[in-house]
């Protein structure tokens, strides 16, 4: 059910459990009487919370938009003014209308349309040469807001697969530890459980010849039962320990140990002894822990929630270092918490990986996929992290500031040279004869320039977010 939890482990299933639709059926024969059809199944609930959220967004108005808006009227009627001034002044019409033509040209609107989508180009290229990519400008100027990061587990804190963690064997083994993970591995061979999967992996990294059981029996919900050359295999959880009347107290104190750190913990008995304990786990990304300290650096509330069990929660928030964190959420409740977030005046970026997180990443004011994820989040998601490094994150953060910072400039830039040389293009330093006469009378020729000019500086600016270091 990993889709829709993020339970990293198969969920063990009886009479009258509950199922849900797309999930995987991994050993065993099942028979299931659908509850929930059409638009009311679990996967028709969770694209619908998706589509409502979505169609929730408003966009973000463009500061440009905003000054193009007065600044283009405004210029009209200034240009006029000159014109009449001068005209009704000299009663000329030849330098009334170059006034005129000046003004119009020093102000064209190029800088203030420039300003803005240059920047954005420029800092989603360079966001985009990192990994990391921004759906839409809005989502660009949106997450620089964001002062709560919510984080799914599984695939995006952790790697969102088992993984070997520990192995050990009692004191008394007869068997080398290598000769043992062989055994194991050679046993599991014959099943298609995930744990088995972990298992067979660790013993190929160690470089260990691996077989198929020469007889195997799944066991459903406990483990396996296999013969290894002369040797009977059995692996599994407690209760098929208690079954067969293999006695574990000389690992019980490492297993519950382990078992409070999130990991499952599969016995190994060959020929009715027992003879190690194997545990499993998802396993936290390499980058995961710092990732999280440099968002709270920068003074960032970080909360995990998550669909897997309590337990699990507990142990990955502790090891990463997240003290606010939910357990057992379903996909629907991690949108409401996203929402109730909201309300609450926070400004919600939202990082996961899987079809389970689409709602939430979906209501978030900004939603990052993990690129190594799910179709369904990348494609609801505002942000996607290609390289799946949840420090990415952190680097999308910083390139939106730069780039919102670099717009600003832009724009100041932009404002500030219309409202000094407007003014001389239309004449105002004509009275001061002590002044050269391309001032007192700027030629339109020198207001085209000076145009150019102004777009050359706006272009260059932008330009620099090339250089910008994550």
Known sequence: ESMITGESLPVEKSIGSPVIGATINRSGMLT?????????????????????????????????????????PIVLAVAMGTFIVWWLAQGELTPA?????????????????????LAVMVGMGRGAENGILFKS?????RIQDVDVVVLDKTGTVTEGRLRVTDFLNVPDTVFSEPELLRIAASAEAGSEHPIAAAVIEFAAQQQLDVSHPDQFQSVAGHGIRATVGSHQVLIGNDRLMQQSNINTSSLRDAALSQQAEAKAVMWIAIDGKLQAIISVADTIKPDSVDAIRRL????????L??????????????????????????????????KKLQDSGKVVAMIGDGINDAPALAQADVGIAIGTGTDVAMETADVTLMRGELSRALDAIKLSQATLRNIKQNLFWAFGYNVALIPIAAGVLAPFSNLPDFLRQLHPIMAAFAMVASDLVIVTNALRLKRFRF
Do not use: W, Y
């Open 296 to 303: 709270r650096d920068r003074g960032l509330q970080v909360l």
């Open 97 to 117: 209308l170059l006034r005129m033509i000046a003004v119009l040209l020093i102000s064209c609107p190029c800088a203030m349309g420039l300003a803005t989508p």
């Open 137 to 141: 400008s809005e989502a660009l100027q």
């Open 305 to 338: 929630i998550t669909g897997d069990n309590q337990a699990t929660a507990t142990a990955i928030a502790k090891q990463v270092g997240i003290s606010d964190f939910q357990a057992e959420v379903l996909p629907e409740h991690k949108a409401d918490a996203v």
């Open 32 to 72: 299931v009487q659908a509850t929930s059809v059409g638009k009311n199944s679990a996967l028709a609930q969770i694209i619908k919370l998706v589509e409502r959220a979505q169609s929730s967004k408003a966009p973000i108005q463009q500061l440009a938009d905003k000054i193009s808006n007065i600044f283009v």
